[in-house]
């Protein structure tokens, strides 16, 4: 796509507004949601063995800012044709506890059609598996949403197994939170990466991407 991006679809968000940590009154004429999504380097995922690493760390951020700078600019683009639009960063944690923020970029993208929730509660697109990083904008400019998809992960259990933390489940809504959080806080605390993140099953879910 002309912005950079793999992945472009549109949700439909009147039903689901009041998921979202922000008022009333700023949702209130947002009612569609466009989800971009850029793959992860696949070279740099396949590094990956059973703990993040630097190079991801450093992958990581780049890509969470390189969204933001499209989102930003998708935003402006919306404002000068004359409708609202508010970019929603990457990557914003507002509890760490119960994973959430502002909104589930996630939630959106699995009802703008680009893909489900895994075993892994990450989004999982048929191409890209989990290796990807999702930015969302609120618009009230009307446009065709997607279709969700019924796909699943049927029976691969490959994120289950190379989960370090033993936090993923056969059942997503059944994902430890708690296990996981703490490993993000032990990888942390032995420096191996400055910022809460893992890698590991985003690295185990390929979708069609290589396995070395």
């Not at 992945?7 to 009333?24: H, P, Q």
């Not at 999504?37 to 740099?44: E, I, K, P, S, W």
């Not at 190379?162 to 990888?187: H, T, Y």
Request: hydrophobic share 45%; aromatic share 8%.
């Amino acid at each position: 796509m002309d912005a950079g991006v793999d992945l472009f679809g549109v949700a439909d968000i009147k039903e689901i507004k009041n998921e979202f940590a922000f008022s009333a009154r700023l949702l209130e004429k947002l009612n569609w949601a466009v989800c971009l999504g850029m793959r992860l380097n696949d070279l740099v995922m396949e590094d990956i063995t059973d703990a993040p690493t630097r190079l991801y760390s450093y992958h990581y951020r780049t890509v969470n800012l390189l969204l933001d700078q499209i989102a930003l600019k998708t935003a402006v683009y919306l404002n000068n044709n004359g409708y609202l639009a508010l970019p929603v960063p990457a990557s914003q944690v507002l509890d760490w506890q119960k994973h959430t923020a502002h909104l589930s970029h996630r939630r959106i993208a699995s009802l703008a059609g680009l893909g489900w929730i895994g075993r892994n509660n990450l989004l999982v697109n048929p191409e890209f598996g989990s290796r990807l990083r999702l930015v969302t904008i609120l618009t009230d400019m009307p446009l065709e949403t997607g279709i969700p998809i019924k796909e699943n992960c049927q029976d691969c259990r490959r994120c289950v197994e190379a989960c370090p933390a033993k936090a993923i489940k056969d059942v997503s809504a059944d994902f430890d939170r708690a296990a996981c959080l703490a490993k993000l806080k032990e990888f942390q605390k032995k420096h191996i990466v400055e910022q809460y993140i893992c890698g590991v099953c985003v690295r185990a879910c390929a979708g069609k991407g290589i396995l070395l």
